[in-house]
């Protein structure tokens, strides 16, 4: 009888050199604007070759896996094409270099290089300071929720109202639906803007307890609530970082309980606070089938714990 052919091993499932093999070729496009600016004037095949071997060089440096195993894992078709590059690149063969290594960051006119554990680090684009870096924070939390609005703009009603069935987010919330998420964040913003304003801003004598929340809202309300007042708050925080009031503290003295909270206390709880809803708001829109925006949910190593998110 004839024999059958010996069946062929599945396919090993892409690894991190092949994740990364489709962020180079996908540079251009959208929402890798950056990267593609910061490594311009490098060939996408000099930028893999160059960050793979980075990586390759750092796990040499931090682990004690096989060299032959680390070849394998950052793409290099064999071992000998590996070490020729190796040395090429950094002086010395792979052996010679984990005896007695140095940086393994190669030279770069980019000045764009791996980074620890899966990841790239990017130049500055300009010199940022305390101010500059509050500012942008806010800026980037008030961006977030008009995405996540701007998503949620066609999701029905239903899906809208849907609860979760995982968690109930916040004291004002209401059973953990999109639009409760959505509406919080919003409510989030109005508030904290109410309290940074200046008296004669016309904000600044209002109670932020006044400002209600409006569950019930449709999406296009939210968004044209956020828009009325998400710079209104980025100036005010703008306007006390550089004149150097953050540290300025409010306090409730005519409470029953007295609260002390300076406005930087305010922006980081802004900041934290909000975070949930915004994960809740993520999680539900997937649940519609409308993905989130980049960044709503944290980083992927962040949101999902320790060694998740690497291969080693």
């Given at each position: 009888?004839p024999?059958?052919p010996?069946?062929l091993?599945?396919?090993?499932?892409?690894?991190?050199?092949d994740?990364?093999?489709?962020?180079v070729?996908?540079?251009?496009?959208?929402?890798h604007?950056r990267?593609?600016?910061a490594?311009?004037?490098?060939s996408?095949?000099r930028?893999?070759?160059r960050?793979l071997?980075?990586r390759a060089?750092?796990l040499?440096l931090?682990?004690?896996?096989p060299?032959h195993?680390?070849?394998?894992e950052?793409?290099?078709?064999s071992?000998?094409?590996f070490a020729?590059?190796?040395?090429r690149?950094?002086?010395?063969?792979?052996?010679?270099?984990r005896?007695e290594?140095?940086?393994?960051?190669?030279?770069?006119?980019?000045?764009?290089?791996f980074?620890?554990?899966?990841?790239?680090?990017?130049?500055?684009?300009?010199?940022?300071d305390?101010v500059?870096l509050?500012?942008?924070?806010v800026?980037?939390?008030v961006g977030l929720?008009?995405e996540?609005?701007?998503?949620?703009?066609?999701?029905?009603?239903?899906?809208?109202?849907?609860?979760?069935?995982g968690e109930?987010?916040?004291?004002?919330g209401?059973?953990g639906?999109l639009?409760s998420?959505?509406a919080?964040?919003v409510w989030?913003?109005?508030?904290c803007?109410v309290?940074l304003?200046?008296?004669?801003?016309?904000?600044?004598d209002?109670?932020?307890?006044?400002?209600?929340?409006a569950r019930?809202a449709?999406?296009?309300t939210?968004?044209?609530r956020?828009?009325?007042?998400g710079?209104?708050?980025?100036?005010a925080?703008?306007?006390?970082?550089a004149?150097g009031?953050?540290?300025?503290?409010?306090v409730e003295?005519f409470?029953?309980?007295p609260?002390?909270?300076?406005?930087?206390?305010?922006v980081?709880h802004?900041?934290?606070?909000?975070?949930?809803?915004?994960r809740?708001?993520?999680?539900?829109?997937?649940?519609?089938g409308?993905a989130?925006?980049?960044?709503a949910?944290?980083?992927h190593?962040?949101?999902?714990?320790?060694?998740?998110?690497?291969?080693?």
């Amino acid at each position: 009888m004839p024999t059958s052919p010996p069946l062929l091993p599945p396919p090993a499932p892409p690894g991190p050199a092949d994740h990364f093999t489709a962020f180079v070729a996908a540079l251009s496009d959208p929402g890798h604007e950056r990267v593609a600016r910061a490594v311009a004037g490098e060939s996408p095949s000099r930028l893999r070759g160059r960050i793979l071997l980075e990586r390759a060089a750092h796990l040499a440096l931090t682990t004690d896996r096989p060299l032959h195993d680390i070849a394998v894992e950052c793409g290099f078709p064999s071992y000998e094409v590996f070490a020729r590059a190796f040395r090429r690149e950094l002086g010395a063969l792979p052996a010679a270099w984990r005896a007695e290594p140095t940086s393994y960051v190669i030279d770069s006119p980019t000045e764009v290089h791996f980074h620890p554990p899966a990841g790239l680090r990017l130049p500055a684009r300009h010199r940022t300071d305390g101010v500059d870096l509050v500012v942008a924070m806010v800026e980037q939390h008030v961006g977030l929720v008009g995405e996540l609005l701007d998503r949620a703009r066609d999701v029905p009603d239903e899906d809208l109202d849907e609860p979760s069935t995982g968690e109930v987010v916040g004291e004002v919330g209401s059973a953990g639906t999109l639009r409760s998420a959505l509406a919080h964040l919003v409510w989030q913003v109005e508030a904290c803007a109410v309290v940074l304003a200046d008296g004669d801003d016309g904000d600044g004598d209002r109670d932020p307890r006044d400002v209600a929340v409006a569950r019930g809202a449709s999406v296009a309300t939210l968004r044209e609530r956020l828009d009325r007042v998400g710079a209104d708050l980025a100036r005010a925080v703008e306007r006390l970082a550089a004149t150097g009031r953050l540290d300025e503290a409010l306090v409730e003295a005519f409470s029953p309980r007295p609260r002390t909270t300076s406005h930087a206390d305010l922006v980081v709880h802004l900041l934290t606070l909000s975070v949930p809803h915004r994960r809740l708001a993520a999680t539900r829109l997937q649940a519609a089938g409308v993905a989130d925006p980049d960044g709503a949910a944290g980083p992927h190593w962040l949101a999902t714990g320790p060694r998740e998110a690497i291969s080693r």
